[in-house]
């Protein structure tokens, strides 16, 4: 599904030349659930936009689904991010005077769907995330659980193969983010999509099957989850959790 080798991305600052990503190098296959994580300024969130095609690399070679995504033109790439790609964001980035149906609407009427048909979809997006029955109700009419649930729907509605998230428990309670996280792994269950999603928790990482450590701009560690955490199952004792964060710090 995705492939990036020797991929860099170096930003001009002044006369100051800064790496943000350095010779990154793996792959993704069709299906998988995997965590991004990293300290701020790691480089993680660069590796997302240069995913998503939001940006491009300076240097190096992104195939999806065997496609070369750097020699495509503009309008090529925006056709891959409306259809193949959905997006999920922090911010969560709705409009805040439209409803929650309008919201989610928005990128069909951009792919130039029916109007009929973009209704149907989205409602049938918002059911797939619980949020049925406030289809009315505008962003800030709704908690910042069903917002991003909003978001998340927004990002299915195109049927998109890959879901990329930039810290999408980042601005929730501990209650909350459980919920989200149980549902991108029931998107993940049942519809199979790829879903890749950037996080600075250990935690929220481990309920995954595959973990990406980034540090100064590289893959410092690709891990493989054996028994990823089921999102609102019972969790691990304090002690246990604290012992698998601090082995993580002392490889890293």
């Known amino acids: 599904m995705i492939e990036l080798d020797a991929i860099t991305k170096v ?17 993704v296959e069709r299906g998988e659930m995997v965590a991004i994580m990293g300290p701020s300024g790691s480089g993680k969130s660069t590796l ?14 992104y195939r999806l689904d065997g496609l070369n995504v750097e020699n495509m033109g503009d309008d090529e790439l925006a ?3 409306n259809r193949r790609i959905g997006f999920v964001f922090q911010q969560f980035n709705l409009l805040a005077r439209t409803s929650a149906l309008e919201n989610v609407i928005l990128p069909l009427e951009y792919a130039g769907v029916d109007e009929r048909e973009a209704r149907e979809r989205a409602q ?4 797939t995330v619980g949020l049925g029955e406030r289809i009315h109700h505008r962003p800030n009419e709704l908690s910042g659980g069903q917002q991003q649930r909003v978001a998340i729907a927004r990002a299915l509605v195109t049927a998109p193969a890959i ?5 999408p428990t980042g601005n929730l309670d501990s209650k909350t983010s459980t919920e989200i996280i149980r549902l991108f792994q029931q998107l993940h269950r049942v519809h199979g ?6 996080t600075h928790d250990p935690f929220t990482a481990r309920h995954t099957q595959r973990v990406l450590r980034v540090a100064d701009g590289q893959i410092v560690e690709d891990e493989r989850v054996e028994r990823p955490l089921e999102a ?5 004792s304090e002690l246990a959790l604290a012992d698998e964060m601090h082995h993580h710090e002392e490889q890293s």
Do not use: K, M, W
């Open 79 to 81: 056709e891959i991010r």
């Open 163 to 167: 879901i990329l998230a930039d810290e």
């Open 48 to 61: 997302l936009n240069i995913l998503g095609c939001l940006d491009e690399p300076s240097s190096g070679t």
């Open 11 to 27: 930003y001009q600052l002044g006369e100051t030349q800064v790496h943000a990503l350095n010779q990154v190098s793996f792959r």
């Open 124 to 127: 049938t997006a918002l059911n």
């Open 193 to 198: 999509q790829t879903i890749i999603y950037v």
């Open 232 to 236: 609102g199952a019972a969790l691990p």
